[in-house]
């Protein structure tokens, strides 16, 4: 028997969801901005289809199993959000429809054993450099993997073992590494936060080297507390919610109150620290996780918000530098000036636009994990759109959509170093932003 949207079903969430659920007027503007439908051409694999099935699912007209698949494939990349003129906020629905699906239908046995493992490792900077030597180590039983999908994870984890090990060099010429927060500090400007994370500290841990030697250069003290870790956004968007909020509470304990922002250089983190209120409603915490998730900043919103007081030397040549915008900074906290701005200030540099830049490149957390094909298919398109913008560097903001483009690029046979904007702006101050100073 059909019943009416519950927002109870969702917890505290709900009332969101039911309002997403209630704005949607079905226009399908949103469809050509969806990396699924445009990938795989079906209705219910777009944010339209997927919330009347979100919809039905709730209201009891159709079984969640049949849902299921539909908001597997969904990279929750928000590309939907920024095209729809309704102003239909799907980060309401599908965050928590993820997490209620999830409780009340168990997957089998095996999918929710690899979904752990996948997030338990990726979430945690110990396990995941144990996965990566051991990536190493079974390469050459790779052909042995007759399945396609597990030949095609395997794939995955390769590429992340490749990246790992061979592209994240420090900058030749630039200062030694330093903790900034164990040193004097600055000329005072303030005093920020700087989440490790977790992923990137492993894959790329220069990215936080660089963003430190750049607060310093313009008088901002960056603090990295060793006892926070993982943001959660990761469990968080696969609905596992208690999780997430685990990790969450971690951070919130970890950051001295009277710091002065919270800062990330990974897009999927800051926007995952920003949703903290949602995480703790109803909860004990919840006042205190406004109040972090209110000093949460993507670190290119930091600068353009305080402004560079130490002008970057121009690059030695003219470089071209293709901006890729990174799903959870221009869908999930609309920056797409900011990285920009950033990169504008260093002279001598064109900034490039490709063309479909609001699609995903299929990163997305783990989602080029658990959804190999696909992710696989938008990495190629991405990559060849960036190729067509002739670049001499690819610019993001998020190690995910780093590590993608790269794997995809190269597998094209192309060279095209690919920087987060932070490492780019670092390289212009320590004067090897150059042709030269690239391939170093
Ligand atoms: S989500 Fe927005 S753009 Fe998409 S169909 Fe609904 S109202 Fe239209
Ligand atoms: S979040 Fe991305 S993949 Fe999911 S429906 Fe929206 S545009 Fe499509």
């Not at 903790?179 to 400007?189: H, L």
């Not at 897009?267 to 006042?287: N, R, T, V």
């Not at 470089?319 to 260093?346: F, K, T």
């Amino acid at each position: 028997m059909r019943h009416s949207i519950e927002a109870e079903k969702l917890g505290v969430a709900g009332s969101g969801a039911a309002q997403a659920i209630s704005s949607c007027v079905h226009c399908g503007f949103c469809l050509s901005s969806c990396p699924t439908y445009l990938t795989l051409g079906e209705e219910m694999d777009s944010p339209r289809g997927r919330i009347v099935l979100m919809k039905e699912a709730l209201e009891g007209a159709i079984d969640l199993r049949s849902a299921r698949p539909y908001i597997d494939n969904c990279l929750s990349c928000l590309a939907c959000e920024t095209a729809c003129p309704s102003g239909v906020a799907y980060r309401d629905l599908i965050t928590p429809f993820r997490a209620y699906i999830d409780s009340e239908c168990r997957r089998p046995f095996p999918e929710r054993l690899l979904r752990s493992l996948l997030l338990g490792t990726v979430q945690s900077p110990s396990r995941l450099r144990l996965a990566l030597r051991v990536t190493r180590l079974l390469r050459p039983l790779r052909p042995l993997l007759g399945d396609e999908l597990q030949a095609s994870i395997a794939a995955a984890l390769e590429r992340l073992a490749t990246a790992a090990q061979s592209t994240r060099q420090p900058v030749k010429g630039s200062s030694p590494t330093t903790q900034q927060g164990d040193g004097p500090p600055p000329a005072g400007r303030g005093r920020v936060g700087l989440l490790a994370g977790c992923a990137q500290q492993v894959l790329a841990p220069q990215i936080n080297r660089a963003a430190e030697r750049v607060l310093a250069r313009n008088g901002i003290q960056a603090i990295t507390p060793s006892e926070a870790g993982c943001c959660g956004a990761l469990s968080l968007h696969a609905g596992a919610l208690r999780q997430a909020r685990v990790r969450a509470r971690r951070n919130l304990d970890a950051f001295d109150e009277d710091l002065d922002a919270i800062v990330s250089t990974t897009a999927g983190c800051s926007s995952g620290m920003k949703e903290y209120p949602l995480l703790f409603a109803g909860d004990p915490d919840e006042e205190r996780a406004r109040s972090f998730a209110g000093k949460v900043r993507d670190i290119s919103a930091l600068l353009t918000e305080i402004g560079l007081t130490a002008a970057p030397p121009s690059a030695s040549t003219p470089l071209r530098i293709a901006c890729h915008d990174a799903c959870h900074l221009a869908h999930a906290q609309s920056l797409r000036v900011q990285p920009r701005a950033l990169l504008r200030a260093i002279g001598n540099v064109t900034l490039v636009q490709p063309a479909e830049w609001e699609l995903c490149c299929g990163s997305a957390g783990t989602y080029n994990l658990n959804k190999p094909r696909i992710a696989a298919q938008l990495g190629r398109r991405k990559a060849k759109r960036l190729l067509e913008a002739s670049p001499d560097l690819i610019a993001t903001s998020n190690v995910g959509c780093m590590l993608q483009i790269e794997a995809h690029l190269r597998a094209l046979g192309d060279t095209t170093p690919v920087l987060h904007a932070i490492e780019v702006l670092d390289r212009a101050y320590s004067g090897t932003l150059s042709p030269a100073g690239l391939d170093a």
